[in-house]
């Protein structure tokens, strides 16, 4: 008898042993989760994230944005900081028909991607688990160029064809973006350019986003393009 009750006192103290370590664990988790995240936001702040898609996010992608498949763990750290703070977050597709002036066999200058309904249109898995997204930008719908999550262009054009996306953040009181996704010379530079004349403060969060051309012109050309704005870029290492 005397062994059976200190057997089973010892497995009372490991019981309550590992149910303290795993609370600790668990409030180290939440802070770590928080301190991951590589910008503050608060309710007057949205994420915006760029075109996750598996035609650009994926090996398998008909346009593959190489290192676009790193990008679901540090975008989903920013999900998870900006949630807990409030903010909005918003996710934008490419959502094309399968015929457009946009692509190349129609006289564009991009291979086919990110045909409404196409697993290449999807969102890449694993990003945004808990769908605390409360928005999504769908751009290129009837065959425009849609590079930016504020506005689109007819191929060819100059006329700025509005996706409804501003409006939508002023009425939610929003005063500050961080974009971040793919890719970071067309689509990220894109919707930051466009938040910026649109007149919301705006930051780039460099080391979250991925770029199709990343020679030292091109990178160079798309800085100067941020500094010029008044962008703020976070997380490139000089």
């Not at 005397?2 to 668990?26: F, G, P, V």
């Not at 990008?71 to 999900?79: C, Q, S, T």
């Not at 986003?209 to 012109?217: F, I, K, L």
Request: proline share 4%.
């Amino acid at each position: 008898t005397c062994s059976n009750a200190s057997a089973q006192a010892a497995d009372n103290w490991w019981s309550e042993h590992l149910r303290r370590a795993l609370q600790r664990w668990s409030r180290g988790a939440r802070t770590y989760a928080r301190a991951v995240s590589a910008t503050e936001y608060d309710a007057s702040t949205a994420l915006i994230v760029v075109d996750m898609q598996n035609d650009f996010g994926h090996p398998d992608g008909t346009l593959f944005v190489e290192g676009g498949d790193q990008l679901v763990e540090p975008i989903n750290n920013e999900i998870s900081g900006a949630a807990q703070a409030g903010a909005v977050i918003v996710v934008t597709q490419d959502w094309h028909p399968p015929t457009t002036p946009h692509f190349i066999d129609d006289g564009g200058v991009w291979p086919t991607h990110c045909v409404a309904g196409t697993w290449g249109a999807e969102l890449i898995d694993g990003l945004d688990p808990d769908s605390r997204a409360s928005a999504v930008i769908r751009k290129g719908t009837k065959g425009e160029d849609g590079y930016s999550a504020f506005s689109m262009r007819q191929p060819g054009g100059d006329v700025d064809i509005p996706t409804g996306l501003a409006g939508l953040l002023r009425e939610r009181g929003i005063k500050r973006v961080v974009v971040c996704g793919i890719a970071t010379d067309v689509c990220v530079s894109a919707t930051a350019l466009s938040a910026t004349k649109a007149g919301f403060d705006t930051t780039v969060l460099w080391g979250a986003s991925r770029p199709v051309h990343a020679d030292s012109a091109t990178t160079a050309q798309v800085l100067d393009g941020f500094t010029d704005a008044a962008v703020t870029v976070i997380g490139r290492s000089a």
